[in-house]
């Protein structure tokens, strides 16, 4: 009898997914999974592009959300910017590197509804978090009520429809998508959800300041950064 592999365990089944039969895809253990899977490369360089964006946005002192903060990097670089942080995570191991005082933070599953903190945000920021997000237009509906009347939210999708992945699709191959995410959205689609949720002055740039990336982001950038006002 064949064994399943786990659906957490992305670095290991990561080199062979492009060849699997059956393409499975969501993560049953996310602290498992933090355990196990380190930043991804390259996640540092689309945390920078994210900060200086937020620094346009809002100057500090101003109090920031972080839905997902994962290995935690983009929040503690936020924090010794100066912003006041604050985070959710349906897992321990993740909140558990962050260092902050308890009242701050809040372990909850995302798919069960955003936690009250008690406090209106500036920005809540989502990197990587929609695509593993059950109803995803409710959730969008969720975090514009969570945010100030002058807030902003920030997210960052991976990017479905790369020339890569087009070209790929063209030659009957599948796509280059993690198998830890739990559903896929194309650019527009995102935009649109950020709009029926009532946010507003919807932006969409390249996750790295690279020129082909500038030149069209939905073409060439791997993944993407929106950026909505309430």
């Given at each position: 009898?064949?064994?399943?592999?786990?659906?957490?365990?992305?670095?290991k089944r990561w080199p062979k997914h492009q060849h699997d039969l059956v393409h499975t895809f969501g993560v049953e253990d996310y602290d498992e999974y933090w355990n196990s899977?380190?930043?991804?490369k390259g996640m540092r360089s689309i945390h920078k592009r994210m900060i200086?964006?937020?620094?346009?946005?809002?100057?500090?002192?101003?109090?920031?959300?972080?839905?997902?903060?994962?290995?935690?990097?983009?929040?503690?670089?936020?924090?010794?910017?100066?912003?006041?942080?604050?985070?959710?995570?349906?897992?321990?191991?993740?909140?558990?590197?962050?260092?902050?005082?308890?009242e701050r933070v809040r372990q909850a599953n995302l798919n069960q509804g955003l936690p009250d903190y008690g406090v209106k945000f500036r920005g809540i920021l989502a990197a990587m978090v929609l695509h593993h997000i059950d109803k995803p237009e409710p959730f969008l509906v969720q975090?514009?009520?969570?945010v100030a009347p002058d807030g902003f939210v920030v997210l960052t999708i991976p990017n479905i429809v790369t020339l890569k992945n087009r070209m790929r699709m063209l030659a009957?191959?599948?796509?280059?998508l993690s198998p830890s995410h739990r559903n896929f959205m194309t650019p527009p689609e995102v935009k649109e959800l950020l709009l029926r949720a009532k946010l507003k002055n919807v932006r969409v740039l390249a996750a790295r300041r690279k020129p082909l990336h500038a030149l069209s982001p939905t073409?060439?950038?791997?993944?993407?950064?929106?950026?909505a006002s309430a």
């Open positions: 009898m064949f064994k399943k592999k786990p659906a957490h365990d992305a670095k899977a380190p930043m991804r200086a964006e937020i620094k346009k946005l809002v100057p500090t002192p101003a109090n920031l959300l972080e839905l997902g903060p994962g290995p935690g990097h983009l929040f503690k670089a936020l924090s010794e910017a100066g912003y006041e942080m604050y985070a959710c995570d349906v897992s321990r191991v993740a909140l558990d590197r962050l260092n902050v005082p308890p975090l514009r009520e969570a009957g191959e599948f796509p280059e073409l060439f950038s791997k993944e993407l950064i929106l950026l």
